[in-house]
């Protein structure tokens, strides 16, 4: 008679690890992570087993495994649009599960398929680092920290572009201003945060009564890369509608404004500080008298005798009326220029003889 040789096993196989192939890293849509089941001994598979993972969103993702003949199951988890983890994990201990497969070794025994728990030793989480992000950064505000107010050629804007969370620059996009000039362009910086900042430097001809970019896609890459720190996933780079709620010419009241304004008019000594014969006769003892001059709202006037200067006014309501500091005895040369709220200066008014 021959001999056999016969084993008695009994010992279920169970799982002894789990962990990936993948890199310590960041993964975002489309990566395929594979995560391995390591177990106490080959096993035999049939069917599709799974392995649920904790993805964000949706709360949990059933990952298929494979593997016969040896003592490891393969899952390949491959990322998609709104999953995220900061350390990528099964959900519990009983994450694995036969799906209506079998698990088992050669002599039959079912397999074990309880797991270490989630962040201990022998889980996915303590063994290795990968983060799940799919995030992409989006426009949530348009703003400058300019102040609100006039500006005329050569002034820098400094406007400020907000992402809901981290955005990398690359190159230098740019912002699409609505001027008179539809081809004015801020210019942004690269560098990593939730705040990309960006410049305009304002040129002769330019004009807006409330400076704002021209549409909902003013925001472009012009060569460069707006993604997300996170993920490296391309930024949405779509703004609010130019006047709604965070947009520029909602947040601020920036008016450029390049053109000089006229020459005021010609000062005219007022009848109260006249003395002469007559109060029209430009002749005065008062040796500070006072002038009224027409003007553009809002604008600095300045009144001098030849190129001296002798007083200064705001112009209210299209007027003002200055006082001059003390004159000598003597003929005088007195006019005026105004300039106004942006900075644009005029030409001097005609003399006051």
């Not at 910086?189 to 400076?211: E, F, I, K, P, R």
Request: hydrophobic share 35%; with cysteine; net charge negative.
């Amino acid at each position: 008679m021959q001999n056999k040789d016969i084993i008695i096993d009994t010992t279920a196989p169970s799982v002894s690890n789990v962990t990936s192939s993948s890199a310590n890293n960041t993964y975002s849509i489309g990566q395929v992570i594979p995560i391995q089941v390591v177990f106490s001994e080959p096993i035999t598979v049939t069917g599709t087993p799974q392995i649920t993972l904790s993805t964000g969103s949706p709360a949990t993702t059933a990952v298929n495994c494979s593997g016969n003949g040896t003592a490891t199951l393969t899952c390949n988890y491959t990322v998609v649009a709104g999953n995220f983890s900061a350390d990528l994990s099964y959900s519990s201990t009983s994450a694995l599960a036969l799906n209506g497969g079998t698990i088992k070794d050669a002599a039959g025994n079912a397999a074990t398929l309880t797991l270490a728990s989630p962040g201990v030793a022998g889980s996915l989480s303590f063994n290795k680092d990968i983060v799940i992000s799919t995030t992409i950064p989006a426009v949530v505000n348009v703003t400058s920290s300019t102040p609100n107010g006039s500006y005329k050629a050569g002034a820098i804007i400094s406007i400020q572009v907000v992402f809901d969370n981290s955005a990398t620059v690359t190159g230098a996009p740019q912002l699409q201003l609505q001027t008179n000039n539809g081809t004015r362009y801020a210019s942004c910086s690269s560098g990593t945060g939730t705040t990309m900042n960006c410049s305009y430097t304002v040129v002769a001809g330019d004009t807006s009564a409330d400076l704002d970019y021209i549409s909902t896609n003013a925001l472009g890459l012009n060569g460069g890369t707006i993604n997300s720190t996170v993920s490296g996933q391309p930024a949405s780079l779509t703004l609010s509608v130019s006047g709604a709620s965070g947009s520029l010419g909602y947040n601020k009241d920036i008016i450029i404004d390049t053109t000089a304004p006229s020459a005021p008019t010609i000062p005219d000594m007022t009848a109260a500080t006249d003395s002469g014969i007559s109060n029209t006769d430009n002749i005065t003892s008062n040796t500070t008298p006072d002038f009224v001059i027409s003007c553009e709202t809002g604008a600095t006037v300045n009144l001098y005798d030849g190129v001296t200067l002798i007083g200064t006014g705001t112009c209210v309501a299209g007027t003002v009326t200055i006082t001059s500091s003390t004159l000598s005895n003597g003929a005088h040369s007195i006019n005026a220029k105004q300039t106004d709220p942006a900075g644009n200066t005029s030409i001097a008014s005609g003399i006051f003889r």
